[in-house]
Structures are given as C-alpha cells and as structure tokens.
C-alpha cells in the first residue's frame, strides 16, 4: 500500500520561509514523478510544482522564485522550500506520487496546512 506522510507546515508571518516533506513507502519513489498540490479553502485543488525521476521540475508561476521541489531517493523523501510567503499562500499543501509524466494518476498525501499571516 502507498503511504505519504507531509509534515512542515505552521503559521508563519508574510515574508518567512517553511519546509515541507513528504514521506513514502510503498512505492517506487525513485522511479516516479512527485508533485506538490496546494488547496486554499473554497477553491480548487492546483498543481504548485512537480519534479521527475532526473530531477527535472516545473513550476506555477505565482511561486516560481520563491518555492523549490526537490527529492532525495537515497530517503524516499521530497521537499518544497518556500520562502518570502504571502497570505495568498495559505492552503492545505499535499504531495503526490505520479504514474503518469502529467500526474493525472496518482496517489495522495494527508497534506498539511500552511498558513501566512499578514
């Protein structure tokens, strides 16, 4: 069974920076695409970044210069780095792992929540 676990997240002041991570097992972490999704409440769920297996990465434009994915297979584990946050951030962050390169297939984290504070 696929397990991930996200930790990381708290409340923070405009202008400070979290780490999140993402925890996995039951997969073949190394092998797959991993993304960060964010879901703010009353809205959509949307794609923040994602990074495959070669360490190859795309980012929303709302967060590029300021957020960055990366993965260490040797832990079975991904990080986002965000840094200079804003209240628009504020969501309920999740991981996912990616059977497919567009990450339509998928299995979830728990998430967990990001709040900024102005």
């Known amino acids: 069974q696929v397990q991930l676990v996200e930790s990381g997240g708290g409340l923070v002041q405009a202008g400070g920076s979290l780490r999140l991570s993402c925890a996995a097992s039951g997969s073949t972490f190394s092998m797959n695409v991993m993304a960060w999704y964010c879901q703010a409440p009353g809205k959509q769920r949307e794609l923040v970044t994602a990074?495959?297996?070669?360490?190859?990465?795309t980012y929303a434009g709302s967060v590029k210069g300021r957020f960055a994915i990366s993965r260490d297979n040797g832990k079975n584990t991904l990080y986002l780095q965000m840094n200079n946050l804003k209240p628009e951030d504020t969501a309920v962050y999740y991981c996912?792992?990616?059977?497919?390169?567009?990450?339509?297939?998928?299995?979830w984290g728990r998430g967990t929540q990001v709040t900024v504070s102005s």
């Open positions: 996912k792992t990616c059977y497919s390169s567009s990450c339509s297939y998928g299995y």
């Open positions: 990074i495959t297996s070669d360490g190859d990465t």
